[in-house]
């Protein structure tokens, strides 16, 4: 059982009606290369703050949710799961939440993820936080998703482990380029695929890419294009060792009962002063 995914690279703007558009016609070209799911940017339907949204303001809510409309008709049109960043809004005077809206090949949006730890500017100016993993399934894959300085905070990433994930997808807009490593030691940490999708404005930092489950980049968008692709496969041979033995062996030398089982007492151990 395999499953095809693709990561984008974009140029967001603050338009929503464009951003739209360019989601729209990315679903189209990841539809002829057979895609089921598809992931785009942190914030980029209705433009992130604070790189390109100054004022909750200046948003065209109705504009944004006019063009979610259409990616959802879109989605069961083809048949495609879509992941795609955008802000939330609330009820006024709440903040927006930063969010990754997840979109069945049904169209409808099933789930939504809201950024749990902001940076100190989003979370004093710009959005109200969330505060739950979000988990969906594909053809049998689990997904996780996570948002940009979440990559600083391991615990998230060793959560979805429990959680059961195959595939944790990380949308962001990243500020330096050891974002890309942090994501990639994460990938083989945890033994699963990490799919990473960055705006064209981070290009001169780091590529969109899907990383393997031992840490290797697998695919990477290279310009012209603004995809890239991978078939998820858990009986691949290259990943034998990740997910048949490092994983599950991670997973019992967590619950510590093997380390447990052969504590020793014995002076020389408990004696720090021993040489």
């Known amino acids: 059982m395999t499953l095809k995914i693709a990561t984008t690279q974009p140029a967001g703007t603050a338009d929503a009606c464009e951003n739209g558009r360019i989601v729209r016609e990315l679903m189209r070209e990841a539809a002829a290369a057979d895609v089921r799911l598809i992931q785009f940017p942190e914030g980029f339907?209705?433009?992130?703050?604070?790189?390109?949204?100054?004022?909750?303001?200046?948003?065209?809510?109705d504009a944004v949710r006019d063009e979610l409309n259409a990616v959802t008709d879109l989605a069961a049109e083809l048949r495609m799961w879509v992941v795609l960043g955008s802000a939330h809004p609330l009820t006024l005077p709440n903040r927006p939440h930063?969010?990754?809206?997840?979109?069945?090949?049904?169209?409808?949006?099933?789930?939504?993820?809201?950024?749990?730890?902001?940076?100190?500017?989003?979370i004093t100016r710009f959005y109200s936080p969330g505060f739950e993993p979000i988990v969906f399934d594909v053809d049998g894959y689990r997904f996780g998703l996570a948002i940009c300085i979440e990559v600083n905070f391991p615990q998230l990433f060793a959560e979805y482990d429990r959680l059961g994930v195959?595939?944790?997808?990380?949308?962001?807009?990243p500020v330096d380029k050891i974002f890309?490593?942090?994501?990639?030691?994460?990938?083989?940490?945890?033994n699963y695929w990490l799919s990473l999708s960055v705006p064209a404005q981070s290009a001169d930092l780091m590529?969109?890419?899907?990383?393997?489950?031992?840490?290797?980049?697998?695919?990477?968008?290279?310009?012209?294009?603004?995809?890239a692709t991978v078939v998820l496969d858990r009986d691949a041979p290259e990943f034998?060792?990740?997910?048949?033995?490092?994983?599950p062996w991670r997973a019992e030398a967590n619950r510590g009962e093997i380390y447990r089982n052969r504590r020793v007492e014995d002076p020389r151990s408990s004696d720090r002063t021993l040489v």
């Open 166 to 173: 195959d595939c944790l997808l990380l949308s962001a807009w």
């Open 240 to 247: 034998h060792i990740a997910l048949d033995l490092a994983r």
């Open 98 to 122: 930063n969010s990754l809206y997840v979109i069945s090949d049904q169209g409808e949006v099933v789930t939504r993820y809201d950024k749990r730890f902001c940076s100190n500017t989003e």
């Open 45 to 61: 339907l209705s433009g992130y703050a604070k790189e390109q949204i100054a004022n909750w303001d200046d948003v065209d809510w």
């Open 207 to 227: 590529p969109s890419a899907i990383i393997g489950p031992d840490g290797s980049e697998l695919t990477a968008v290279a310009a012209p294009a603004h995809l």
């Open 180 to 190: 890309f490593r942090k994501a990639q030691a994460h990938a083989a940490i945890q």
